[in-house]
């Protein structure tokens, strides 16, 4: 249980590094039979989960926190004995590890806590059906047990969250087979771009339409060890972003790449739409929010994570707001567009939802009162930056998952609250 107050909050804070990227190169460095080095890389119960279940398979894992460099030695990758990879409730390691996984040819069972088993993978458990994997369970959730070598050849999937096709991406360049990916519907593209980034850096052959939906991926290739470092994270950030523009505060944040691939940097545009001032200098940003904040439509398909801070954003400004195109946010760890709808709501803020959208209609003013977080760090983290600007008090039943993906979330939102 959490109480916040009302403050004013400004000053500089530096973002923790990217979830998505951190995943991602534990994953390349896993297969890449060698020693790779991670700089700068990202430790929350999500990159935990995935350096666990890459443990078990015989990966070794050196932190050097002087230096702030994960070595990754995968000499030793191996699958034995069927073992049971809990992957918590990282949905980004559970998708991303499958195919790869498949490819040593061993069985082996995947699992994770209750949110994840809830989650759905029947749409990617089909197309690796059709690649050559073999899953011992008709069923449409975790745990799952699969069994088979990853052969490659050709699967149509319907990608409602892009972590689907990019776990085909990173997994069939090691099939023995070329394959070919249609994907008739994509929805948070950004990330296929970030996965595609580091197919990219690894030199692996592919061949991809415009629109993404089409790919041809060549066979038999490899990972090769490599030294690189992790951006910060825009995920993050977009939680300080929003909170300079309900407050109508001043906040840097450090530690971001402007060219990054990251889907989420475009809520600096969406905040600038909305009146806030942007201001890029190297690696820092800093957003001013504005005396009022505009109202707007915005599609967020590309972007679903950030729609529980632009929620409470939109909870302050003076027209309504549209959060749009966006019922990926549905199948998160929540559904977050009912989950934000009944907690603003009980903040006396008029919402109304609709299948792939959710419309608040502000007044201005924001009332305090209890607050679900139904164990979803993207959700308590989005409350927490509301009450900044509250007339009385939020409760917020619990605080720990934020660790999933933000230990330090609320020692910086602290920091803040000293600058004023």
């Not at 369970?137 to 699969?146: A, G, I, M, Q, S």
């Not at 523009?245 to 840097?252: M, R």
């Not at 929620?311 to 400004?317: E, N």
């Amino acid at each position: 249980m959490l109480t916040l107050s009302k403050f004013k909050p400004s000053g500089t804070i530096t973002i923790p590094s990217s979830k998505s990227h951190t995943i991602r190169a534990l994953l390349i460095a896993a297969f890449a039979k060698g020693i790779s080095y991670i700089k700068n890389p990202l430790q929350s119960e999500d990159t935990k989960s995935a350096i666990k279940i890459l443990t078990s398979c015989g990966v070794l894992f050196t932190y050097n926190p002087s230096a702030n460099v994960l070595t990754v030695d995968s000499t030793n990758l191996n699958l034995e004995n069927n073992p049971i990879l809990d992957c918590g409730n990282s949905g980004t390691t559970l998708y991303l590890c499958l195919g790869l996984l498949a490819s040593l040819n061993s069985p082996f069972t995947l699992t994770g806590d209750k949110q994840l088993c809830l989650r759905p993978i029947t749409p990617l458990v089909d197309a690796y059906k059709a690649l050559g994997v073999k899953v011992e369970e008709e069923k449409d959730h975790l745990p799952l047990t699969f069994t088979g070598k990853l052969k490659g050849g050709a699967c149509s999937i319907v990608c409602k969250t892009s972590q689907y096709l990019s776990s085909l991406l990173l997994s069939l360049p090691l099939a023995e087979k070329e394959s070919i990916i249609d994907c008739p519907l994509l929805y948070e593209k950004p990330y296929v771009g970030m996965t595609l980034s580091w197919l990219d850096k690894q030199n692996i052959k592919y061949e991809k339409s415009d629109d993404l939906a089409h790919y041809k991926i060549y066979p038999n290739q490899n990972y090769k060890p490599f030294n690189d470092f992790i951006p910060g994270d825009y995920s993050s950030a977009t939680f300080f972003f929003c909170l300079a523009a309900l407050t109508g505060s001043t906040i840097t944040v450090n530690g971001l790449v402007k060219e990054d691939s990251q889907g989420d940097k475009e809520v600096l545009t969406i905040l600038e739409k909305m009146g806030c001032l942007v201001i890029w200098e190297g690696t820092s940003v800093s957003v001013k929010g504005p005396k009022n904040l505009k109202g707007g439509h915005f599609d967020l398909n590309a972007i679903p994570d950030s729609i529980a801070a632009l929620a409470v954003t939109a909870a302050y400004a003076t027209e309504p707001v549209y959060l749009e195109n966006v019922a990926n946010a549905r199948i998160k760890e929540t559904d977050r567009i009912a989950v934000m709808k009944e907690n603003l709501t009980s903040l006396k803020v008029k919402c109304e939802d609709t299948p792939d959208s959710l419309i608040i209609y502000p007044t201005g003013v924001v009332h305090g009162g209890f607050v679900k977080g139904y164990e979803d760090h993207r959700i308590i983290m989005a409350m927490a930056i509301c009450s900044a600007n509250s007339i009385e008090p939020i409760t917020i039943d619990e605080e720990k998952a934020v660790d999933v993906t933000f230990p330090t979330f609320f020692s910086l939102l602290n920091l803040l609250k000293e600058a004023e």
